[in-house]
């Protein structure tokens, strides 16, 4: 497809079960970004990928959050001994350019990850 | 600390009405993104713009630098314009990751 595509679309999982977010961005994108949303709130930074490079992993909550992009393409958001607080969405962005600024963002639908 | 201020929180029209929502921001940006949310979650990116005004249809946005202002209108609104409205700050750097508002849930009723 021409669009960002994340999977699945929901997750549900019991409280200390790991789980992977899948991200597939639009092709011949060099950005990648993961951001969290949680009810009711604006989405909010976790991590970026510069192709394979994770530039930046400042927004990610705790050491269980670990993200990937191997070979600068699909992106893989892993959550270790999940807790309820990890609800949310989980949306992937990309964006043509190293570096986004001035770039539009393409979002997936997100991963509405629930946690039991 | 960077932030994005949104107004309102909740919104309802009745179709046809001239709707807008504000954005306000801490500091000086790059750019200022207008994003819309369906239910269910996906977000399209309505605009992007660092100066002046962009309309596309019968949405228009403006930003006025020197305020640290933006504002998203709506006009002739119509129930399918229903949707959560989120303003986003990109403030430089070399990444360009977005600064979220908490987003206007707009509901226009027929």
């Known amino acids: 497809g021409a669009g960002v595509s994340q999977s699945p679309r929901y997750k549900v999982a019991k409280r200390g079960q790991d789980v992977a977010l899948r991200c597939d961005p639009i092709s011949g994108h060099v950005s990648l970004f993961w951001y969290q949303q949680a009810l009711g709130q604006g989405p909010e930074f976790l991590t970026y990928f510069q192709n394979e490079a994770q530039l930046d992993k400042s927004g990610l909550p705790s050491d269980r959050f670990f993200a990937e992009r191997p070979e600068g393409s699909v992106s893989t958001l892993k959550i270790q001994r999940t807790q309820q607080e990890d609800s949310a969405v989980y949306l992937c962005?990309?964006?043509?350019?190293?570096?986004?600024?001035?770039?539009?963002?393409?979002f997936g639908d997100g991963t509405r990850l629930s946690i039991l | 600390k960077n932030e994005v201020e949104q107004s309102p929180q909740n919104l309802t029209a009745q179709e046809g009405e001239f709707i807008t929502i504000n954005c306000s921001y801490s500091?000086?940006?790059?750019?200022l993104h207008w994003l819309q949310q369906h239910p269910g979650g996906g977000i399209v990116s309505l605009f992007m713009l660092s100066s002046g005004k962009k309309k596309h249809g019968r949405l228009i946005a403006t930003i006025n630098i020197q305020e640290k202002h933006s504002s998203l209108h709506i006009t002739a609104s119509h129930p399918r314009d229903s949707a959560v409205y989120i303003c986003?700050?990109?403030?430089?750097?070399?990444?360009?990751?977005?600064?979220f508002g908490k987003g206007t849930k707009l509901s226009v009723k027929p």
């Open positions: 986003a700050a990109q403030y430089g750097g070399s990444q360009g990751n977005l600064i």
């Open positions: 500091v000086g940006i790059s750019a």
């Open positions: 962005a990309s964006s043509l350019a190293p570096g986004a600024n001035y770039q539009p963002q393409h």
